[in-house]
Structures are given as C-alpha cells and as structure tokens.
C-alpha cells in the first residue's frame, strides 16, 4: 500500500481486503496510545474487522509520552500504535525514547498528522512498520497489520522455546508448564504448550486436561493447515493452549526426523509463544527440534548424573547450532535433604552455561501443585519460586531480566524500530 493512498476517504476503500478469502491476523496483542477521543474510537472500530477476530486490542490516552512512561515499567506488546502530534523533525527524537523502554521484537506503526513523504521515508528506513496519516479509516489500519503479520511471506510471529531435562525426572515439564503459565498471565499473550512426550506426557495431567484431540492428531492429518491447528488445540486457562501427547503404550512410536516440523512452523505463524516439553530421550527428530527451535533451556539437579548429562547436552547443542543462541540452564530441585549438592555457580561453570534459574526443593507445594492439575502460582501465590518462572519466561520470549521487569533500561538489543538507525 502506498503512502498517499492512505488519505482515500473510506467509501473509496478497495474491497478485495475484506473478501471471503482474507488472511486472518494471529493471535498478536495489540496496545494504541491515542492523544485524541476520535482516534482511540477509530482504533476501537477495526477489532470488528473480520481479521482482527484472534487479536487482543486494548487503547490508551497520552500518545507517544503515554507509551513511553507505560513501557518503563510494563512488557510491550507484539504491536504498538501510537498517535503523535509532534513535528516531523520532533518524532524521530520521541520514537528514541520510546525505543529504549521496548523490547526487541516490538513493531510500531506510527498514526501522524503530517503528510509528509520526507518523513515516512525517513521512519520506513529507520525501522517503523508503518506510518499512516490521520484522518484514516479503520480499514486503513487493518490493512497495515495484516500486511505486517498475516500477508504472504510475513515473518512467523511465535518464539519456539524448548525444554529438556538433564535426566529423567529433573522437572523439565514442571518447569516448562509453569514458564509457560508465566508467560500468559504476565505478558497476556497466547501459548501453545506442545506436549512432545507421546508415551508418558504430563501436560494434560498439569492443566486437568483430557482433550478428545492432541498432538497424535496433528501429526497424523493429511492436510495439516490453520485450520486444523486451531481445532485440534485445547484451551487449558486463558491465554494458554495444549496439544497434548495421546499417553498411550498399545503402540511405540517412532518417528522421522522432521516429522514435528509442520506442526512447530505452523503454530509460529499464529501463536506468539510456543513451548516445547521434550521428553529426555535422543533420537533423530530430539536432534533436529534442538536444532532448529529459538531458545533451549537444558533443566537439572544438581548432582554428579545430571551434571555430566547436562554438559554432554550442552555442547552437542552449540555444536548444532554455532550461530544461534546457546542454551541456558535451570537448576531444579535444591536443597533435597541430605543429598550432597553441586554449587549452582560450580554447576554452570562446568555445564559452559549461562545459569538462568535455581527452584528451591518443596515436595508439599509441588506435590499438591502435580494431584491438583494445577500450577505453583494457583496453589500458593507468594511462592518464591513463581518470581524465578516469571523472570525465566521474560528472559526466553525476548523481554528483558529483572532490571527490564524493574523500569530501568534494557540490556537486550534494541527493538526493530530506530535500531538500523542506530547501527
């Protein structure tokens, strides 16, 4: 879509975006920061538009400034709009601040007053997804975040994080459930839970969950699609999504190397946050998931097995992949009583990795956590190990370490806008 063409008055506006085959936004969180009544009405309006039928729209006053004091102390969303009044040569200065309180994988599309092709050029070439020119019509606005994030060839929206346990029994599901949970209370975006243990998978036991379909059904369809996906999925809480495994023994079940990889690349494209709870095993299809998802946390106690497991891990890991990021560790169940442990700081010297969590030992909480079909935060709301879940889900969905969550500056990269800027 062309700058100037945004100024058509709605009657004008082409009717091919809203036929029957139109692409439909995924499941994306959206915030607009508005500066006048109209414009927040205006925002309001497109969450009507058939395409924003999966999206979490909300709408704040205060413009640029309103974002900017939000974000000093708020995780951002997949999408901002904000309204701004300033002048040309004022903006570039304004999206600055904003840049430094968000996270790296934000979008922004910009709502201005000025039609002014020096301008759009200048924030196009910076990094903002879009600027449109105010007045607009609804279907304007819906048509830029469709060609953001649901036209052909868009970047897939969802971050893969997989979870492994050092050795069985280590708390890899424990940890990736509530991580996942974590992720969907706090940043209010959507997770899928794929469930990858098809034997003696607990996802279904942790959520109270007895779907009539799963994971198996995913796999087996022979025309796998969007669709499908979205109903073969089951919803566990808000926010929080299961395909869970079939956990069933009259039959093994061995499969190919790539045979997840459908299933995984489809889910990116609409869900935000999609967890892996891969089972401690190594096979062909361990191997390649390991390969190519985004973030892997390796979970381990600390002891002597899970050590030597965890570095065997750990370095087939980096080997597989040497120019993605490098797994990170959890360590899990401390302070059992009366067996000697490793020292977490001496654990990840020698696992070569960076230490992201320690959960301390507590068979009555986790105990009635795993009877309950529930999670840590349900049974006990102050337990101290909720803090480490949330600050492990932030750190693997891209939002930063505490001092992120606490208002001060970001220690990650700067997000897509103004960084080429920067560079």
Known sequence: MSFLSKNVPEAEEPAADVATGARLIPRITIQAFCEHSQTAQLVESAIHDRRMSKVALTTHNGGLEGAIETYKSNPTPNLILVE??????EIPGALER???????TTRLIVLGHVNDVVLYRELIR???????????SAQSIVSAITELFAAEGAAPIGRTIGFVSAKGGAGGSTVAHN???AISQYLRQDVLILDLDFAFGTAGLNFNQDPPHGLADA??????????????????ANHINLLTAPVMLDRTFDFAERDFEQVIELSQKSIPVVVLDIPHAWTSWVRHTL????????????DL???????????????LRPAESEPLLVINQIGLPRRPEIGAAEFATSVECSLLGQIGFDAATFGIAANNGQMITEVSANHRSNEVFRLIGMHVTGRGTSERVSGKASTLKLPAFLKRKRA
């Not at 904003?98 to 790296?104: I, K, P, R, T, W």
């Not at 390969?291 to 600390?302: G, R």
């Open 219 to 236: 796999i087996n369809a022979s025309q796998m699609d969007q669709a499908v996906l979205d109903r073969l999925m089951s919803k566990a």
């Open 179 to 181: 991580v996942a949970w």
């Open 98 to 104: 904003l840049a430094e309180v968000c996270d790296a």
């Open 126 to 136: 910076s990094g903002v997804s879009e600027y449109i020119v105010l007045p607009t």
């Open 84 to 89: 701004t009044s300033l002048q040309p040569d």
């Open 305 to 319: 097995a899970n050590l030597r497991n965890a570095k065997n891990l750990a370095d087939t890991i980096k080997a």
């Open 291 to 302: 390969a190519t998802i985004d973030e892997i946390v390796i979970v381990a106690e600390p």
